[in-house]
């Protein structure tokens, strides 16, 4: 028998424990795995964020890692690297700023002088609201002192923007994270670019439109006409006696819910007149409390047009809604309260349904590849802990879930199962709810995590498989033999070049997925546009 000595050195199957290859890194659990690359890491952390840390690093040593990883990036290829974290905070593709944010003032605060100025140019792109802006005065204020770079972007964010929307930030966002905008255009000190922005400027740091009669050592007193109405409607209504006059100016100067005073927001005339007008990504987030003051309840014509506002596909992507935004306002609905405060409402069923029909649509349009599916759902314990962009119960576990029910719904040929250290097909069909298959999941037995399992099983079982989708946090170390491995061995026993598409659902730097093959592919767990990466893969 002619056996190669090559054997000894490259093993064509190895334990998930020992390395097999010399680009392999050992993960948080003790196995073997690729390291991505610095710009996949830089994009996995601004989807993911890293709240509640994993199973095996804390929260504080995630951010550690990942702010090393952003540093890492920003000496590669600093423009590159601003390039791309405000590409994704502002197209939507990640759940929530906050890590573009954070990362940006990473980048604000090197000693580059180029670097700094760009990142204070892309500061509005990133910053698109005064809550974005506070946040990042904040973050930038804990790594540097003020400085004039940063004085004159804070100036440039309220000299750019039109007065009119300028009106509205300053009174829907008057203070955040311990501090308000008289604290920035006080240490800012912009010049006005019209006396629209001069009387808004003065409002706002004077403490109303009484500030506009007193003259100022920037200049003389201004007429009141040039203070934007919407301004003169916010005293008004914080001045109203009446739910009448509240109803008045909500609807006369589109007043939103931020602007109205809490007395008020219990008053189901003031939610009615809110929601006419309310923007949509406003209206997930309050579907609770307007059930509880009675506006959205059964068989109601109220309650019929939020429903078909949530469905609307035209407006969810115009309003940059997020998936995984929609499915946390499900499950919070859902169970009749919200994670803080005392509010309690009786769920409408409507409205949940009008929820799980966004969910999906809030996901880029895809086409259906029509090729042949496994979604396996990695169940182990590790996948139960920290918060996907730090939302409230959106753990790996519950995402997963979620995101493989969003491919099935749009591919017709497709298999379910849950592993860890054994794997289970899992009865899911399109449609079922998003309840129903988290609850499915629950009941497979956890276990030490093999992400081979799904090759391993589709090659016993004489399965067809196009594509391979596994979902997981890359925590695998049980088994004989390793993930690229396995799908090697699948594609020699059945001649099919099946694919590989590793869903990673938490900030580390691992990936199961091996980068020398083109037939696998590492995409960043609920980034919007996942799905249509993956249909790129499936159907190439």
Known sequence: MNRSYTRHLVPAHAPQSAPCRDDQV??????????LDAWARLDRFLVLGCEGGTYYASERTLTEDN????????????????????????????????????ALALAASLSDAPLKAAAFEAMPRVCRTATHLFQFVRDVRAFRSWGRGLRRAIGRWYTAMSSERLALQVAKYGQRVGYAHRDLLRLAHPKAPSPAHDAIFRWATGGGSSALDRPSKHGAAIERSALPSLLDAFEAVRAAKTSSEVVSLVRRHRLTHE???SEWKDDVRVWAALVEEMPLTALIRNLGKMTAVGLLRPLAESTRKVATRLRSKPLLRSARVHPLSVLAALKVYAQGHGERGKLRWEPVREIYDALEDAFYAAFALVKPTNVRHLLALDVSGSMTCGEIAGMPGMNPRVASAAMAMATARTEPHHHFVGFSHEIVSLDISPRSTLEATIHAIERVPMGATDCALPMLYAKANKLPVDVFIVYTDNETWFGAVHPFQAL???????????KLVVVGLTATEFSIADPNDAGMLDVVGFDAAAPALIADLAAA
């Open 488 to 498: 090697r061995d699948y594609r020699d026993a059945t001649g099919i070049p099946a």
């Open 259 to 261: 602007m109205v005073p």
């Open 67 to 102: 702010a090393r990883g952003v540093l890492e990036c920003l000496a590669l290829d600093g423009r590159r690297t601003i390039e791309r974290i405000a590409e994704i905070s502002a197209s939507g593709r990640a759940p929530k700023n906050d890590p573009a944010i954070f």
């Open 26 to 35: 050992q993960n948080g659990t003790g196995g073997y795995v690729f390291a």
